[in-house]
C-alpha cells in the first residue's frame, strides 16, 4: 500500500513537471474536471439565445464583405481565443503550477478570482498576433489624444473592451521594440508591459509575476498566435477556426459546450461586426445586450456573455480602424 502511494505521488510530481515544460500537455485530459458541465437547463437557453442572435444578425445587412474581416481576423480572433483561453485559466495553469495544494492553489485563486488572467490571456494575445501578422498599423492614434470609438456593453469604461483598446494602441505604437532578430516577437518584454499598463488601471495582481504563471501564459498565447500567423492571408478558411477549437479543447482544457460557445458566440459575433459601420455597431451591440437580458440563461452566464461581447465588439472596432 505505501509502495503505491509513493508510486502514486511520483507520477504527479512527474506530471507537474511536464506541464511546466510544456505549458500544459494535451495528453492529460483529467485536468477538465476543474469544472462541472454544463446543466442541460443551461445549455438549452443558450442554443435558445444563439438562435436569437442568428435572426438579429440577419436583420444587419453588411457593409463590408471582405472587408476588415478579412484583413484583421487573425489578429481579432487571436483577442477572442485568448479571452476564451483565459476563462479556462484554471484549468491549465493549475496544472503547470502543479497546483494541487499549498500556496500554488493560494496565489492561483487570487489570480483567477480577480478576472486578471483573461485580461493579460487577451490583451498579449492579441498584440502578439498584431505584430506577427501585419507589416504595420495604420490610423493609429497618438495616446496623448487617444479617443478609442467604443461600445459599451456593459455600459461603462471600467470594460475589458475599453481597456483592450488603450493597451493596442500602445503595443501598435512601440510595435517595433518587440521583433527580434528571427522575426518574431519578444513575448516576455510584451507581457512585462501589459503588467505595467494593468498596474496602471488597477487590474495587477501579484500572481502576474510568479514565474510559473507567467510561462504558461507566454507559451499558451504563442501557441494561440501560431495559428493565426498561420492563416494570416486566408482567415476565411475553415480551418482556421477548427484548429482554434481543437486547441482551447486539447490544451486549455475547454469543455465541448465552451468550445462550441467560441464557435457559434465569439467568433459569429466578430464575423459580423467586421463587416458593419460603426453606427450599425453602436445599434447592434444595444440590440444585442437587450436579447442577452431578456434570454433565460443563468445570471453568471449573462455576465460572461457581455464581458465577451464587451471585448469583442470594441475589438472588431478597433481592427476595423486600424486595418
Known sequence: MIMTLKKTTMSLVLLCCVFLISSCSSNNQDIQTYTEPYIPQEKIAIKALIDSIDMLNEKYPSVQTRGAFFTGGVVGLADAAGWAAGAGIGRWVG????????????????????????????FLASGAANALCSKACTRV????????????????????GYYHNRMMTELCKN?????????????????????????????????????VIK???????????????KYQLNPVNDDFINEQCNYLKTNCYLQDAEVNLYRDYSVKLYKKCSTLSDSQIENYSKDLSILIDNSNVSKNQKEELLLTADLTINSALYWNSNY
Request: charged share 20%.
Open 141 to 160: 492614434v497618438s495616446s496623448d489624444n487617444f479617443e478609442p470609438q467604443l461600445v459599451y456593453v456593459v455600459s461603462n469604461e471600467d470594460s475589458i
Open 215 to 229: 510561462s504558461a501564459i507566454i507559451n499558451q498565447i504563442k501557441s494561440i498566435c501560431s495559428i493565426s500567423k
Open 95 to 122: 496544472g503547470a503550477a502543479g497546483s494541487l495544494g499549498g500556496p500554488a492553489t493560494a496565489v492561483l485563486g487570487t489570480f483567477i478570482g480577480g478576472r486578471v488572467g483573461p485580461y493579460v490571456c487577451t
Open 175 to 211: 510595435k517595433d521594440k518587440y521583433y527580434i532578430s528571427n522575426g518574431s516577437v519578444d513575448y516576455d518584454l510584451m507581457y512585462q508591459d501589459i503588467v505595467e499598463y494593468l498596474h496602471s488601471i488597477g487590474k495587477y495582481d501579484e500572481a502576474l509575476d510568479n514565474a
